[in-house]
């Protein structure tokens, strides 16, 4: 089972069941006008990605590329609500690391 909106997305590198993390994270995005202008919206982007991330590690042919894709464009999201971030905040420096190295 996957994690539930209170659970932090700062962790789900380790996460085992990314599909269901990644649909987690995907309802609460859905809500557009809850987390528009709220930290969870931007570290829902950020656990959107990780998992997609990891599905795309550990998937082969055209689901590990489409959820590559998906990491991407939730990578860039997060990197964008953060642009004006301390460029020395632990989860910021994670993130662009994580995404360099999908890239």
Known sequence: MGPHVHDDPINIVDFSGYEESAAEFQKILDHGGIVWNCWT??????????????????????????????ALAAYKDFLTLWKDADPDIPTFKQAKAEYAKLQ
């Open 41 to 70: 919206g931007a570290l829902a982007h950020l656990g959107h990605a990780r998992a997609n991330a990891l599905q795309s590690r550990t998937s082969q042919g055209a689901g590990a590329d489409a959820a590559r894709v998906r």
